[in-house]
Nanobody
């Protein structure tokens, strides 16, 4: 099992920024699809951003966050990041990082929950107006 632990959530005002971190115990011998999802109470889970850990492909973003959020990874620190700028109240949600070594994301132009088998417990982001 891959272990994922999110951190960095909190409360900010609209227009502010947060950087989420995901400590990931990934195998050095495998490549992964890595992604951030979010889910607000009563709402569907939404794929926010994804990236292939092996490189060679540009990160993918949902239309609602494109231009505002940036996904990145630090392989030396085994950490996945989500830099969130220009935050809006509708960004309020529990944010989860996810991973899968089946790397189905490599062949997609979308971020699907079913493509990811390993999940963190989440970190709360609250954006006030």
């Amino acid at each position: 099992q891959v272990q994922l632990v999110e951190s960095g959530g909190g409360s900010v005002q609209a227009g502010g920024s947060l950087r989420l971190s995901c400590a990931a115990s990934l195998s050095a011998h495998s490549t992964y699809c890595l992604a951030w999802f979010r889910q607000a109470p009563g709402k569907e889970r939404e794929g926010v951003a994804s990236v292939y850990s092996g490189g060679g492909a540009s990160p993918f973003y949902s239309g609602s966050v494109k231009g505002r959020f940036t996904i990145s990874q630090d392989k030396a620190k085994k950490t996945l990041y989500l830099q969130m700028d220009s935050l809006k109240p509708e960004d309020t949600a529990m944010y989860y990082c996810a991973a899968d070594d089946l790397i189905t994301c490599y062949y997609r132009d979308s971020i699907l929950s079913d493509d990811y088998r390993y999940w963190g417990r989440g970190t709360q982001v609250t954006v006030s107006s």
